[in-house]
């Protein structure tokens, strides 16, 4: 079986289920069914003797419909957050691309809080839950881990967008020429010359795709306790010296 060979690594509430949607559409790219995989951040993973037959194992019964297109796509965005398993997936095949979608990462933490609560998993107010995030988050490590209803998982909020040390290790580990780096607002707003830029990185041919909106969630009007979440997570962010110049591959 052929090798998945372009991830989308990340990151969540960035757009990588448009981005995924739009390459489905290409005749040269196979989406794994269900788009994420959740393979190299499964929580049996690293208990595999062969974690390689583990992963293999995995794809193809995601691939039941593949019929030869020569990029095969997982779109799993949690993968750059966590370093073992973004080396995991990089050691599954060391000539595979990757594509790193960035949001703002006020907006993004934003997006993931309002979809936790829309889902069940938060509970809390959002100033709350900015606030006692980095408590819930130890206290989950110590617990259960990386289990796919950890908070770990759904209410890592503010901590997601620290993208400094994930680009640092991205680059330490995978050869620039491998990684596309893109920001939301490009795929939004600047649809068909990033579609190119894609098309480009990945030596596919053009392929006319329209633009889309492929989810938009209706948010409510911020309340007082929502706008000082706000101003948190943006001093949140000041203090930790995120800016744009960390989201640039070295030598940019």
Same mark, same amino acid.
């Given at each position: 079986?052929?090798?998945?060979?372009?991830?989308?690594?990340?990151?969540?509430?960035?757009?990588?289920?448009?981005?995924?949607?739009?390459?489905?559409?290409?005749?040269?790219?196979?989406?794994?069914?269900?788009?994420?995989?959740?393979?190299?951040?499964?929580?049996?993973?690293?208990?595999?003797?062969?974690?390689?037959?583990?992963?293999?194992?995995?794809?193809?019964?995601?691939?039941?419909?593949?019929?030869?297109?020569?990029?095969?796509?997982?779109?799993?965005?949690?993968?750059?957050?966590?370093?073992?398993?973004?080396?995991?997936?990089?050691?599954?095949?060391?000539?595979?691309?990757?594509?790193?979608?960035?949001?703002?990462?006020?907006?993004?933490?934003?997006?993931?809080?309002?979809?936790?609560?829309?889902?069940?998993?938060?509970?809390?107010?959002?100033?709350?839950?900015?606030? %006692?995030?980095?408590? /819930?988050?130890? #206290? $989950?490590?110590?617990?259960?881990?990386? *289990?796919?209803? @950890? +908070?770990?998982?759904?209410?890592?909020?503010?901590?997601?967008?620290?993208?400094?040390?994930?680009?640092?290790?991205?680059?330490?580990?995978?050869?620039?020429?491998?990684?596309?780096?893109?920001?939301?607002?490009?795929?939004?707003?600047?649809?068909?010359?990033?579609?190119?830029?894609?098309?480009?990185? %990945?030596?596919?041919? /053009?392929?006319? #795709? $329209?633009?889309?909106?492929?989810?938009? *969630?209706?948010? @409510? +009007?911020?309340?007082?306790?929502?706008?000082?979440?706000?101003?948190?997570?943006?001093?949140?962010?000041?203090?930790?010296?995120?800016?744009?110049?960390?989201?640039?591959?070295?030598?940019?």
């Amino acid at each position: 079986m052929k090798p998945v060979n372009l991830h989308i690594i990340g990151v969540q509430k960035a757009g990588t289920t448009a981005l995924a949607s739009f390459l489905q559409q290409h005749p040269s790219v196979y989406v794994v069914e269900g788009k994420e995989a959740h393979i190299f951040d499964h929580p049996e993973y690293s208990a595999q003797a062969a974690p390689q037959d583990f992963a293999r194992r995995q794809y193809q019964r995601r691939m039941q419909n593949y019929q030869g297109q020569p990029i095969i796509c997982d779109a799993t965005p949690i993968t750059v957050y966590q370093p073992t398993f973004l080396r995991a997936c990089y050691h599954y095949n060391p000539q595979a691309k990757f594509i790193l979608i960035l949001r703002d990462p006020v907006e993004r933490a934003i997006s993931h809080y309002l979809m936790s609560k829309r889902t069940g998993q938060e509970s809390r107010n959002m100033l709350s839950a900015f606030v %006692l995030e980095p408590l /819930r988050l130890a #206290i $989950a490590a110590r617990r259960n881990g990386w *289990a796919f209803n @950890s +908070p770990l998982r759904t209410q890592s909020y503010l901590h997601r967008g620290l993208y400094r040390k994930q680009l640092q290790f991205l680059y330490n580990l995978i050869p620039a020429t491998q990684v596309l780096v893109l920001r939301q607002q490009e795929l939004k707003h600047a649809h068909q010359q990033t579609l190119l830029k894609i098309f480009s990185f %990945l030596d596919i041919h /053009r392929h006319p #795709i $329209a633009p889309e909106t492929v989810f938009a *969630a209706p948010e @409510s +009007p911020p309340g007082w306790l929502d706008r000082l979440a706000r101003r948190y997570a943006r001093l949140y962010f000041r203090l930790r010296g995120e800016s744009d110049i960390h989201w640039l591959p070295p030598g940019s």
